[in-house]
């Protein structure tokens, strides 16, 4: 299964020569090593590598091997690797600080001066030297290559249009410098889908046209099928999707499974380049079984035992029968905190295509009277056992943000209060039901629309119905398909649409508020202005209501900010705005991740947070440091 991952790094082997004292060698690779196929141990390693002091993290010091079973619902959800491996050139930690990982350092000036350092001797997956050459690489011949990249270099990396300058002086150090702050800099490197600001060069060149010889690679074109250089560069660059087992990685596994379908094995990274403190190379776990099921056998199959540490495809509606299988499946169901700011919420159409409907949603005192005659209370008892944090859409106390106001604001269950903002609006009018009438004789029937996915959903839907009879509002429900729902909330079509708060509820200064101010179509209360600005202008329609200018005018601010001082400020009155305006209807915050995990398996801590950005889900919490004791 490994011939050809193995031939790859016995290519290689001989150019490894300086060796690091005290590196433990591996079981899994040691036969290669005794064959003469691999260098050993303390040469794969960079000479300073990341050493991890887990004894200082509460962990115990683990030994390698093993097999860790995991699920995944899509072929494609191998990516997940990448997202859970989180080997990034700076990453998140357990208190959620950027810090160097696979770099040695970054020196920062004034917020638009990077100086990436690279360990020395660091190698890819392959073996070969990963250089300043592969940051020279990506950006000369792939980010601005018009046949590779025909819009360019990303966004992050543009400051009011301008793109840095790039330098390489050596073959440990790479320069981003701007004129102006990119705050957005840092924080993108530690995404849990990064922007790979390298490539593996020496892999590549022969599929660009700069670099390879014509005559094979108008041969290998013609034996992959593929009708240009460009798309079959792209194909074979596929470094977030993780399904080239030929490509070199960083990552702490890599794709041993050629044209899997259904189960995929992922090995251990030999030439990783982090270590413990006793000299044992990460990752402990030898292998990773990634196995493809449908979404709805998840569940059964981790209470059959089947699964060594699952997340994904669990859901809190899914602890009764996860409980009910430990004994018999020897593992423990952990209920790890949710990263978004809150578990649902309902996101009024500030853009709605019915201008009657339109002004009503922009009234503020419409949005704060829907949000005081929800029963929060209810909600909770009934569906997460008491256990989530009722209130606001607000960031959660992980957060320098969180505000206790914040989260009671408009929040509090008062029919009273929310009726009399109701006829302060002039809504005094009602039907032969008791539903109040809008100024042009519609019944106030809010249409809110779904994604269909979460059973939890519906069911707080269906106590909100109840709720908001009270205050004469008929609540009508309508489930859609993902797609389906996001591309009509896009186009204005949809009243009211329900979602999680915001995905990242953990925002820290170096945080972009990119994702709160009307800037992102993906906030469902202004996806026309989101659209106006990620276009320039070319869709959408500009911001035209004064506090979510104010928004706009604090994004710019955080972005110019020179010092944690000037962001934080920015970033608390966006989160202040918010939490007065409502521009999304937060039910409650804290909600629970079920994560099972074999009894086995050590180091995943008891307690946690489970978030995608930031944290990367299971990537924050090292899952290279996890160990097997069958």
Not at 150 to 158: A, N
Not at 189 to 199: C, V
Not at 437 to 449: F, K, S, T
Request: charge should be negative; avoid cysteine; charged fraction near 25%.
């Amino acid at each position: 299964m490994f011939n050809r991952l193995l031939s790859s790094l016995a290519a290689i082997a001989l150019t490894a020569t300086t060796a690091l004292a005290g590196v433990n060698e591996s079981n899994f690779w040691k036969a290669e090593v005794d064959a003469g196929n691999l260098p050993p141990a303390a040469e794969r390693v960079p000479s300073d590598p990341l050493v991890v002091d887990l004894k200082a993290k509460g962990r115990t010091i683990g030994k390698q091997g093993g097999t860790l079973r995991t699920l995944v619902t899509r072929s494609k959800d191998i990516r997940q690797m990448v997202v859970y491996g989180y080997a990034r050139l700076a990453g998140y930690d357990e208190t959620y600080e950027i810090k160097p990982d696979i770099l040695a350092a970054i020196d920062i000036e004034d917020s638009r001066k990077f100086t990436l350092r690279l360990r020395p001797g660091h190698k890819w997956s392959d073996g070969h030297p990963f250089t300043s050459e592969d940051f020279r690489y990506w950006w000369e011949d792939v980010a601005n290559n018009p046949a590779l990249s025909p819009s360019g270099p990303q966004d992050f990396l543009r400051v009011e249009g301008e793109l840095p300058t790039v330098t390489f002086p050596d073959e440990t150090t790479v320069i981003y410098e701007w004129s102006k702050p990119n705050p957005l800099f840092l924080q993108a490197l530690a995404e849990a889908r990064p922007p790979f600001i390298y490539r593996p060069a020496h892999f590549l060149k022969p599929f660009h046209e700069k670099y390879a010889d014509m005559a094979s690679l108008e041969a290998l074109l013609e034996e992959k099928r593929v009708r240009s250089w460009a798309a079959l560069h792209n194909k074979s660059d596929n470094m977030y999707k993780f399904d080239n087992p030929a490509l070199p990685t960083l990552q702490p596994w890599i794709l041993a499974t050629k044209d899997g379908k259904s189960r995929f094995l992922f090995v251990r990274n030999p030439y990783y380049h982090r270590i413990d403190t006793k000299g044992t190379q990460l990752p402990y776990i030898d292998v990773v079984e990634m196995n493809v099921v449908s979404g709805g056998l998840v569940a059964a199959k981790a209470n059959a035992g089947e699964v060594d540490l699952q997340a994904r495809g669990l859901d809190f509606k899914d602890v009764a029968i996860l409980k009910k299988g430990e004994k018999t499946g020897g593992y423990k169901t952990l209920l790890w905190g949710q990263g978004n700011a809150s578990q649902i919420a309902i996101y009024p159409n500030l853009n709605y295509n019915d201008e009657g409907w339109r002004n009503t949603l922009r009234d503020v005192r419409f949005r704060r009277a829907l949000s005081l005659a929800i029963d929060r209370r209810i909600i909770n008892k009934a569906l997460y056992f008491g256990l989530g944090k009722e209130g606001a859409m607000t960031m959660l106390p992980e957060s320098p943000f969180h505000k206790p106001e914040n989260l009671a604001a408009w929040s509090a269950y008062d029919v009273a209060q929310a009726n009399a903002l109701l006829d302060d609006m002039g809504l005094t009018e009602r039907d032969a039901e008791g539903i109040r009438l809008m100024p042009d004789g519609r019944p106030v029937w809010v249409v809110i629309e779904t994604a269909g996915e979460r059973q939890e959903v519906e069911n707080a839907l269906q106590i909100i119905t109840d709720n908001w009879r009270d205050i004469g509002v008929k609540l009508i429900m309508r489930p859609l398909e993902r797609d389906i729902l996001r591309n009509r909330v896009y186009a204005g079509e949809t009243m009211m649409a329900v979602w999680f708060g915001w995905d990242n509820g953990l925002a820290q200064p170096y945080t972009s508020p990119t994702y709160a101010v009307p800037q992102q179509q993906e906030f469902f209360a202004w996806p026309k202005w989101g659209q106006y600005y990620q276009t320039r202008g070319e869709a959408g329609e500009p911001v035209d209501m004064d506090a979510p200018k104010r928004l706009m005018e604090l994004a710019e601010n955080w972005r110019t900010a020179t010092d944690d001082a000037g962001r934080t400020a920015a970033w608390q009155e966006i989160v202040d705005i918010h939490a007065d305006q409502v521009y999304g209807i937060g039910i409650l915050a804290g909600g629970r991740q079920p994560v099972v995990v074999n009894n086995a398996v050590k180091n995943v801590p008891l307690k946690a947070i489970w978030a995608w950005s930031p944290g990367s889900h299971f990537g924050v919490h090292r899952p290279d440091e996890y160990w097997l004791d069958r």
